[in-house]
């Protein structure tokens, strides 16, 4: 099976790390690409795991060494997509999730064109807001500028070839999940059935020959 990137983007506090996550539980054909970032780790997040946490300078030199598929500055920080953290989940034979902007998506997929691109809706802006203030992991600075940052990044939804609403999280973890079983089935089976169709052909076309 020829393994694939996974892109899922959406406002801050759509719930599409969260997504991420119970993909990876329930799915064991899918890894995760764990990116680098210059943002300040939240008390609960462990480097290596959640991000790799890299200082400005060791981002700007990663940067020069080319270590990324693409990088972007997201509400005040840098981020990027690591080539070898892609690099390692193919290798694995497994489809690479990764939760990237909406600037990171499009440029990921510039350069990797088999890329599906998910983008993560919330029910409402209600919702949003609640999730972003409810999280108490951000100043209302920081709460401002990702809300400021949302209005842009949902004008740009028509660029994403799918769409989940997360208004419940385990229907939003299947229908990405029926999203992945489809692009596996489009990739994996197109040679096989165009077979299959080729040779049921001739079959009937022998058989005709009886008529
Ligand atoms: P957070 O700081 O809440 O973890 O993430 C903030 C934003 O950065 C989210 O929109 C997230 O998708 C985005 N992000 C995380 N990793 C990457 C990455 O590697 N590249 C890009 N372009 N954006 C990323």
Known sequence: MKCFPVILSAPSGAGKTTIARRLLEVRKDVGYSVSATTRTPRPDE???????????????QAVQNGEFAE????????????????????????NVVMDIDVQGAMQFSASFPDAVRIFVLPPSGEALL????????????????????AIGEIGVIGEFEYVVVNDQLERAVAQVSCIIDAEC???????????IAAETVSVLKAELLHF
């Open 130 to 149: 609640a999730r972003l203030k409810d999280r108490g992991t951000e100043d209302s600075a920081t709460i401002a500028t990702r809300l400021r940052d």
């Open 46 to 60: 462990v480097d290596g795991v959640a991000y790799h946490f890299l200082s400005t300078a060791q981002f700007e």
């Open 185 to 195: 089935l489009k990739r994996v089976n197109s040679p096989q059935s165009a077979r």
């Open 71 to 94: 990088y972007a500055r997201v509400h005040g920080n840098m981020y990027g997509t690591l080539r070898r953290e892609v690099e390692r989940v193919l290798a694995s034979n497994r």
